[in-house]
T-cell receptor
């Protein structure tokens, strides 16, 4: 069975600084996707960034980037130039890729609550 | 723009009541999901559906059932609500690997 671990329940960062959120996962499979989702206070969960396991290049979306270490089963999220609007719960998630027709299910970590301080 | 809506943001029900949570998506997505979110536990999958009238159990299906009569609508049913079902319930839909979430329903069972 796959598991996702986020060891930092809460983090804080000053506005304009850089912060890294940690995520590790466990799987014996080789074909999977990894995600970071963001849930702002009282707002909808949205996708921040996605990484395909077969890609060596780390994914980047504007101020958000990942450090994907497949051998170490690590998938950290770096937020550069932090903004007040980045304050949210961040979830790391794993999806086993299945091309056999079955639905692809997400397995979530327990989340990291990030507070960006002015 | 992608849109997933849920029938209520907040709901208070009594123990033993039958509870319906509705989710609607307007993106013609094949797959729909129901999760519950609890502090310190993250999101856990209750049920999912990959087509109309098709459903599969997730990790915590006990005490819940689902219904998908139309492609755009996926309902979560608590047959007899209990206090341990007090939680935030999130619906999602997907086409491919990205899931799109609704705003959530915070259910309190007293």
């Amino acid at each position: 069975a796959q598991t996702v671990t986020q060891s930092q329940p809460e983090m804080s960062v000053q506005e304009a600084e850089t912060v890294t959120l940690s995520c590790t996962y466990d799987t014996s499979e080789n074909n999977y996707y990894l995600f970071w989702y963001k849930q702002p206070p009282s707002r909808q969960m949205i996708l921040v960034i996605r990484q395909e396991a077969y890609k060596q290049q780390n994914a980047t979306e504007n101020r958000f980037s990942v450090n994907f270490q497949k051998a170490a089963k690590s998938f950290s999220l770096k937020i550069s130039d932090s903004q007040l609007g980045d304050t949210a719960m961040y979830f790391c998630a794993f999806m086993l890729v299945n091309y056999g027709g079955a639905t692809n299910k997400l397995i979530f970590g327990t989340g990291t609550l990030l507070a960006v301080q002015p | 723009d992608v849109k997933v809506t849920q029938s209520s943001r907040y709901l208070v029900k009594r123990t033993g009541e039958k509870v319906f949570l509705e989710c609607v998506q307007d993106m013609d997505h094949e797959n729909m999901f129901w999760y519950r979110q609890d502090p310190g536990l993250g999101l856990r999958l209750i049920y999912f559906s990959y087509d109309v009238k098709m459903k599969e159990k997730g990790d915590i299906p006990e005490g819940y059932s689902v219904s998908r009569e139309k492609k755009e609508r996926f309902s979560l049913i608590l047959e007899s609500a209990s206090t341990n079902q007090t939680s935030m319930y999130l619906c999602a839909s997907s086409l491919g690997f990205t899931q799109y979430f609704g705003p959530g329903t915070r259910l309190t069972v007293t």
